[in-house]
């Protein structure tokens, strides 16, 4: 019994957090205007503390990400507009991978085959997500990541469910949410002039074309990749 309490543990510290952490009105901190409200201060202790404000951000993205806080966009510019567009970008992924990956192994050694087979029964957007992840963890956990067509939180958890290769699992996290992630942050660099003459940013530039179009056309060479070593393996097994 105190065996089986200890295997869920982990699980059940995560469930509290969450609901604290939802409980507290955190998230709605986390908008332009707070980042607005704060430059001077925010932009004084990265200046003084570089490497401490670093570490900060990653543990804070970790954090973020491992509790599915809303806003992770808003943090993701925040990088950018603090430490500049390509070390906030890596900041960033660095941070929203470790907290992807502590998601994956609490519910991996927590639910494990369980929930696996409760998913196989149960069917629906949950299973069919499961399914294509043991046909080819990598290329479809990156497809997911380089266009979020399903929340970032439900590929964790199918990830987990689906017995993926952690290998995998990371590094298809980690090279996914990067185009975006960059893109993001490069937006959140050029958000500080913007502040700086008291004008009040357009998030609407995310929606543009030569925004969203390289990520379309990235997530399709993916996917089309994945396709094609299916097919392949699929004409090596009948040969």
Do not use: C
Not at 71 to 95: D, E, N, Q, S
Not at 192 to 197: H, M, P, T
């Amino acid at each position: 019994m105190l065996k089986r309490f200890a295997r869920f543990l982990p699980l059940i510290v995560l469930a509290l957090v969450i609901i604290g952490v939802l409980a507290s009105g955190v998230g709605r901190f986390l908008n332009l205007s707070t980042l607005q409200d704060n430059e001077a201060a925010l932009r004084g202790f990265v200046r003084d503390n570089l490497f401490l404000a670093l570490a900060g951000f990653v543990a804070v993205y970790a954090a973020a990400t491992a509790v599915s806080l809303p806003g992770a966009l808003i943090l993701t510019l925040a990088g950018g507009f603090l430490f500049g567009t390509w070390i906030g970008g890596a900041a960033t992924v660095i941070g929203a991978t470790l907290g992807a990956v502590i998601v994956f192994y609490i519910v991996r050694t927590s639910l494990g085959a369980a929930l696996r087979a409760r998913a196989e029964r149960s069917g629906g957007r949950l299973k069919s997500i499961i399914d294509g992840v043991h046909k080819g963890a990598f290329g479809y956990i990156l497809t997911l990541r380089l266009i979020p067509l399903v929340p970032f939180w439900l590929v964790n958890v199918a990830a987990a469910l689906a017995n993926a290769p952690a290998r995998a699992y990371a590094l298809a996290t980690l090279i996914g949410i990067m185009p975006a992630t960059f893109i993001y942050s490069g937006i959140g660099a050029g958000i500080g002039a913007i502040l700086e003459v008291g004008g009040t940013p357009d998030l609407g530039v995310m929606l543009r074309p030569e925004v969203f179009g390289p990520l379309v056309a990235l997530a399709l060479l993916s996917l089309g990749t994945t396709l094609f070593q299916r097919y392949r393996a699929k004409k090596v097994a009948e040969a």
